[in-house]
């Protein structure tokens, strides 16, 4: 298990939310921004306990450069702000989907998503046991699948 | 900055591609995946090279298991298999979307998606004064974001 670790830095975080993180060894967690009305999945940004407080309270993303160990407003240089719509935790809590209006391009570059320039070469699967899906399939008898991340919340870090 | 680093276990991944990534200082870097259809974020888990290589050229998705130190193809366990549309790196290598038909539930409670019970609540932003969407704009003449976490590329590791 990599060290999972508290909060780094002091936050104003509800430590109701405080409590269901789980941070890597920087205090962190990736945060996927997915424009509301399209869909598109825009960029992955890092958040601390404070990016997400602030994201929650501010109305406007939030996130934490590795780089430079500094909050960065989302648009505040560039003008491509992120209006928050919806903020969820996955279920293991250690990532945050947040729902947003984009203004102009997520990328620098310029690209609606930091993704667009980045096909590579896939060989595509091919579904031939595939059924629709199924979620009531899923909620009685199966077992947690020893493999899914979340099963990684049952053997927490020492 | 991060200690970023190079592989960390061997990989037959393509030397062109290994060449773009940017793994954390265990050699891993976090995978989207996202459902084709709905465009739903099902979950985020986490590749190495070797992860990669397995996704690209299996047709099904693979993960790198934090908590066990190993690989491991999603569905194997459950049936929710997850098979691969297309696959796509970041602006600054850091990041894979994959774009995959979702068998049966993403989450192992059997949710369709890890983030459909984790709502928090949040403050909506008012895009006041928010344009509408337009890439060209960004395209000529304004200066990199520097609080982009693709110009944290910028200040490479030492």
Redesign the interface.
């Given at each position: 298990?990599?060290p999972m670790s508290g909060p780094r830095r002091p936050s104003a975080l509800d430590p109701t939310?405080a409590a269901r993180l789980k941070r890597?060894e920087?205090g962190l967690f990736?945060a996927?921004a997915?424009q509301r009305d399209?869909?598109?999945?825009l960029?992955?940004?890092?958040m601390d306990d404070e990016a997400l407080h602030r994201?929650?309270?501010?109305?406007?993303c939030t996130?934490w450069?590795?780089?430079?160990q500094e909050y960065?407003?989302?648009?505040?240089?560039?003008g491509?702000?992120?209006?928050?719509?919806?903020?969820?935790?996955?279920?293991?809590g250690?990532?945050v989907?947040v729902v947003?209006?984009?203004?102009?391009?997520a990328?620098?570059?310029?690209?609606?998503t930091?993704?667009?320039?980045?096909?590579?070469?896939?060989?595509?699967?091919?579904?031939q046991?595939?059924?629709p899906?199924?979620?009531?399939?899923?909620?009685a008898g199966?077992?947690?699948?020893?493999?899914?991340?979340?099963?990684?919340t049952?053997?927490p870090a020492p």
């Amino acid at each position: 298990m990599e060290p999972m670790s508290g909060p780094r830095r002091p936050s104003a975080l509800d430590p109701t939310i405080a409590a269901r993180l789980k941070r890597d060894e920087h205090g962190l967690f990736p945060a996927v921004a997915q424009q509301r009305d399209t869909g598109q999945v825009l960029m992955v940004g890092w958040m601390d306990d404070e990016a997400l407080h602030r994201t929650l309270t501010t109305g406007r993303c939030t996130y934490w450069s590795r780089s430079r160990q500094e909050y960065w407003v989302k648009g505040d240089t560039s003008g491509h702000v992120q209006w928050v719509r919806s903020v969820a935790l996955d279920c293991d809590g250690d990532t945050v989907l947040v729902v947003v209006d984009q203004v102009g391009g997520a990328c620098h570059t310029g690209d609606e998503t930091c993704f667009d320039a980045g096909a590579m070469p896939a060989v595509v699967g091919a579904p031939q046991t595939a059924a629709p899906r199924d979620p009531d399939r899923t909620r009685a008898g199966e077992p947690v699948e020893e493999s899914d991340p979340a099963a990684e919340t049952l053997t927490p870090a020492p």
